[in-house]
């Protein structure tokens, strides 16, 4: 008997399928309307170098696509038995929950450090009513009718919350809204702290405290360039340490993005702008090529500040700067001066000074002359470019 408001089954799987799982071939061929993709635009483009995905989607995804590889390959359709080269799983983010506790049988709450005086179950609370682990009570009267008429007992004039870190999810009330974190911050900020969480393949907890560091470095970075609505660059010349600032800052953010270290190079972007700070430089030579290296990380105020340098095309086109490794030499060399083993003071001397050279411009240093008082060292040890101890 023929079912009433019946649908036909559908029986072409082949869309959500094989599409899914094939896509990364059409792109190499997407205008071929003879195939799905031609012998030699695959053997020009090859298999994919790289898969980024996380752990759960990614391991499905792929074992789809080695089915309709091999499949493929098997019918001499493209020239790859594997289809991907290297994959990388990114970490999870994880949620950081926080809790109020509310007194059993009661509709009061009893902040976090007082907890313990009472009978109490903890309850997650909205994470976006809570600011630096401390509850926005009215914002928490607002958010659930049940608690329109709750009682708090604070400690310090303040209701504290727990917190803990667990997985993000809509029923821990602990998901944080990207929408909402760049409508206060910027999505450069959103960006840069992502990535600075921690190494990318390992979960880590957000915790939206944190993310008024990056915040700050942000505005620090600008303020290289203007002192209000003052522009600051300049063509002067830089200085020996200015270059060799950015150039040991180009050398760590590129050996960073080969080898997926993000955070580390938002490290590295933060030393970077507190030593020119530290050096009051405003020179277009290093701040130029500064805002292109930044440009990967926080795409919105490089652009800026790329056409406020004066360039008309995106920073995207500009030429990626690359390391000098003059600038990384080493022109001094600061040695610790022990005697029998005791660091006394320091001096500084040419890098390549001979081990006779720097004995000697120790000895002659007038804090020895007066630490000695007129005896000989029974003997002088040298390691070059590192320590030089005094045995009296």
């Given amino acids: 008997m023929e079912k009433k408001n019946s649908y036909p089954l559908e029986l072409n799987t082949m869309p959500g399928f094989a599409g899914s ?27 994919v170098d790289l898969y980024l995905g996380g752990s759960e989607h990614a391991t499905g ?3 789809y696509s080695r089915f309709w590889n091999k499949f493929l390959y098997d019918l001499d359709i493209v020239t790859k038995d594997e289809p991907f080269q290297k994959l990388i799983n990114q970490g999870m983010i994880q949620g950081r929950s926080n809790f109020v506790y509310r007194i059993k049988n009661t509709n009061t709450f009893v902040s976090f450090g007082l907890k313990d005086q009472y009978d109490v179950t903890p309850i997650h609370v909205d994470v976006n009513s809570v600011s630096n682990d401390v509850l926005d009570i009215e914002q928490f009267r607002n958010w659930n009718p049940e608690y329109k008429t709750a009682e708090f007992i604070l400690e310090d004039g303040k209701y504290i919350c727990g917190w803990a870190v667990e997985k993000m999810s809509k029923s821990l009330f602990n998901v944080v809204n990207p929408d909402d974190i760049v409508a206060r911050y910027g999505a450069d900020t959103l960006r840069l702290y992502e990535m600075f969480l921690g190494p990318l393949e390992q979960s880590k907890p957000w915790d939206t405290n944190g993310i008024d560091g990056v915040h700050r470095f942000l505005k620090r970075f600008w303020s290289l360039f203007f002192h209000g609505d003052e522009f600051l660059v300049t063509d002067t010349p830089p200085s020996d340490e200015e270059m060799k600032t950015l150039h040991k800052t180009i050398k760590k953010v590129s050996y960073d993005i080969e080898h997926f270290s993000f955070n580390t190079s938002v490290s590295a972007f933060m030393i970077c702008v507190n030593e020119l700070h530290t050096l009051k430089c405003n020179k277009r030579a290093i701040l130029e090529p500064l805002t292109v290296l930044l440009s990967p990380f926080a795409p919105h105020i490089a652009e800026e500040l790329y056409h406020l340098l004066g360039h008309v095309t995106s920073v995207n086109d500009a030429v990626f700067p690359t390391c000098d490794e003059r600038y990384l030499v080493e022109k001094t060399v600061k040695y610790p001066v022990s005697f029998n083993g005791k660091v006394r003071f320091t001096i500084e001397t040419a890098a390549d000074l001979s081990a006779a050279d720097v004995e000697q411009t120790a000895l002659n240093n007038e804090q020895t002359i007066r630490i000695l008082d ?10 070059v470019g590192k320590i030089v101890n005094i045995v009296c």
């Fill in 374 to 383: 007129g005896k000989s060292p029974k003997k002088v040890i040298v390691v």
């Fill in 61 to 63: 995804h792929l074992i």
């Fill in 21 to 47: 799982s094939a896509y990364y071939l059409r792109y190499e061929d997407p205008h071929n309307d003879k195939a799905l993709v031609s012998k030699e635009a695959n053997d020009y483009w090859g298999n």
